[in-house]
């Protein structure tokens, strides 16, 4: 198994792409941290299912307080040992179905993604730089559920701290990666058609989680079916 041994933070691992990430980094034999503010209930009993034998732990706090961050890390650290693999998943990708969020619901929800991204990057980066040895991989958005809204301060904030990270902890054998999905309300939308699934999402996390991508940092990766070549039609 690709990951065998190692172990990985896993945000926003309830549900939706970070419980579908959590489940293949652990098939791949990762140990696996699953940090939400919510149970990570439907997520564990998945992991046990796939894999009896998978190694676990659960956080549940406030993602955005240090102290719970910090603490969250440090236990995992007692648990496990070295941490090899961070997944920053507080990616505003909900679905609003009914009421439109305003605009202040977005701009909280983006708020939030870079405050936890920055708090967990920042946790969890001496212990990637003590062993000379870390994967970090940003989630963000292209779009948001709306059809013309766009996520563009959130995203470029957290393009701008992934390259940012990148930058500073290369020496160390450290990499900072993201990858930007199209929200999932605009799936069906793409102009390729084809159908986004928070599976997809999870392989891409994958690649930059494993050792093929030792040479790869400070990119943005889009999952998004074609929905950024629209504009070229």
Same mark, same amino acid.
């Given at each position: 198994?690709? *990951?065998?041994? =190692?172990? @990985?933070? %896993?945000?926003?691992?309830?549900?939706?792409?970070? /419980?579908? $990430?959590?489940?293949? *980094?652990?098939? =791949?034999? @990762?140990? %696996?941290?699953?940090?939400?503010?919510?149970?990570? /209930?439907? $997520?564990?009993?998945?992991?046990?299912?796939?894999?009896?034998?998978?190694?676990?732990?659960?956080?549940?706090?406030?993602?955005?307080?240090?102290?719970?961050?910090?603490?969250?890390?440090?236990?995992?650290?007692?648990?496990?040992?070295?941490?090899?693999?961070?997944?920053?998943?507080?990616?505003?990708?909900?679905?609003?179905?009914?009421?439109?969020?305003?605009?202040?619901?977005?701009?909280?929800?983006?708020?939030?993604?870079?405050?936890?991204?920055?708090?967990?990057?920042?946790?969890?980066?001496?212990?990637?730089?003590?062993?000379?040895?870390?994967?970090?991989?940003?989630?963000?958005?292209?779009?948001?559920?709306?059809?013309?809204?766009?996520?563009?301060?959130?995203?470029?904030?957290?393009?701008?701290?992934?390259?940012?990270?990148?930058?500073?902890?290369?020496?160390?054998?450290?990499?900072?990666?993201?990858?930007?999905?199209?929200?999932?309300?605009?799936?069906?939308?793409?102009?390729?058609?084809?159908?986004?699934?928070?599976?997809?999402?999870?392989?891409?996390?994958?690649?930059?989680?494993?050792?093929?991508?030792?040479?790869?940092?400070?990119?943005?990766?889009?999952?998004?079916?074609?929905?950024?070549?629209?504009?070229?039609?």
């Amino acid at each position: 198994m690709k *990951l065998k041994g =190692q172990t @990985a933070i %896993v945000t926003g691992a309830a549900n939706g792409i970070g /419980a579908q $990430t959590a489940l293949l *980094l652990s098939q =791949q034999g @990762a140990n %696996v941290v699953l940090i939400d503010s919510t149970s990570c /209930a439907g $997520t564990l009993q998945a992991i046990q299912s796939f894999r009896g034998k998978g190694v676990y732990l659960e956080c549940l706090g406030e993602i955005r307080d240090k102290e719970f961050v910090n603490a969250a890390i440090a236990r995992a650290s007692d648990m496990f040992g070295e941490l090899h693999i961070l997944v920053n998943n507080m990616c505003i990708c909900s679905i609003h179905n009914e009421t439109p969020p305003s605009i202040d619901q977005w701009e909280l929800e983006a708020d939030v993604n870079v405050q936890a991204t920055s708090l967990f990057i920042q946790g969890v980066s001496p212990y990637m730089v003590e062993q000379k040895y870390g994967r970090i991989i940003n989630i963000s958005s292209v779009s948001s559920c709306g059809k013309e809204r766009t996520f563009t301060t959130s995203k470029d904030a957290v393009s701008k701290l992934t390259k940012q990270t990148a930058k500073e902890l290369h020496e160390y054998g450290v990499t900072c990666n993201s990858v930007a999905p199209v929200a999932m309300a605009n799936l069906d939308e793409v102009t390729i058609h084809q159908t986004g699934t928070a599976a997809s999402i999870a392989e891409a996390v994958l690649y930059f989680a494993s050792s093929r991508s030792s040479y790869t940092t400070g990119q943005i990766l889009k999952v998004d079916g074609g929905f950024c070549i629209e504009s070229l039609n």
